[in-house]
DNA sequence: GTCTATCATGTCTTCGAGTGACACGTCGAC
DNA sequence: GTCGACGTGTCACTCGAAGACATGATAGAC
């Protein structure tokens, strides 16, 4: 077998680290958790935290990233004859259901927009989560767009998703993001004209 | 007068620092500069230069914010008569002229995008920023706009402004920006119908 | 089973950002 | 002029992050 003792003890402490943090984090906040006492209530070292995690922030978006994944994977997935707008639409919803369906998730969210530091940090992976997305609109079959447009049509569709959590946030979580998307997404339109005029 | 020696010298001190700042950080890096290099090229101590800056990131940032306050005063001062996506489009198009036309901005802005910690920060600002001109868009004469639909056109806009700044990378500098931005602004269309469908 | 290279951990140390506390000097209002 | 508010320097501190080194445990080869 090719996961010996040795990752799986790995795997366990890192959760065990984890979980420790999140309710930490969710109990006094995020800054005023130190290293320290995450370190302590698992019973390790500073030191041997950071050999976990490379740095304390990343315990929060540990477990987010694979949701970007499947994005992309999505993406890929969806019939060729789909218009990109249109695909983005679906797949985006379809990650939205999967994130509200998630308690741990939310939670997630919630300390992310609480805390200015996580959130330039989720900020800043976005950055890079467009790029890739962009990257698979582009690679679809029978896709002809320009890195150009394509990012348009990526970074159009994150509007819609940032103007889906404002008004959720407004509405205090009392508003249907599905119909909010699906609104978002009629609204807003994507000319995909690039040689024609 | 309502401006004493003191004031005018802690702008003075203010302005010394930013330009030894700019300038260390241009020469070797943002990160690669201590506080401690800038505060001993102004003749200062560490503790003094957090006097006048809460952080080295600040320091950066310092007299950017004002063309986020020009935005927000352009909007209200464009023709009533004029849609809100082309108000945006005129709005942003003469943003940018500005930010072209300073050698200083756009060297802010190569340093910004070199270092990922002030690139958080940006888009961290930039969240604000936002919620500004979305709130701008709304209080403009006879602009019958619910919130969402106004996030949903700043988002938009900015959504475009990212293509531009990623075009403009990718063909490292050699791109017509005002071109592109006037193109994207085309491919995008935002529709205004709230209580429609 | 033993032996060895690898890996995890604790301890110590260092660096840099940012803050608090205290003392001293200067500005400014009166 | 006096006195209080403010700016500054100095020292000490916390916290996140990383490097160096020693030690103990483990996996895999023999």
Redesign the pocket.
Known sequence: MKE????R??RA?RAELAAMATDLFARQGF?E????DI?QAA??????F???F????DVVFDGIDLTGESVVADIAARPADEGPWECLHQVLRAWQEEIHASERALATMRLIEATPALTARLLQRRTEWRRRVSDALRSRPGAELDPYTADLLTNAATAVLDAVSGQWARADGDADRRALLDRGFDQVRVALGTGRA
């Open positions: 010996g003792l040795r990752e003890t790995r402490v800054d958790t130190t290293v320290e370190a019973g390790m070292t500073k030191r041997s950071f050999r976990y490379p740095t304390k922030e």
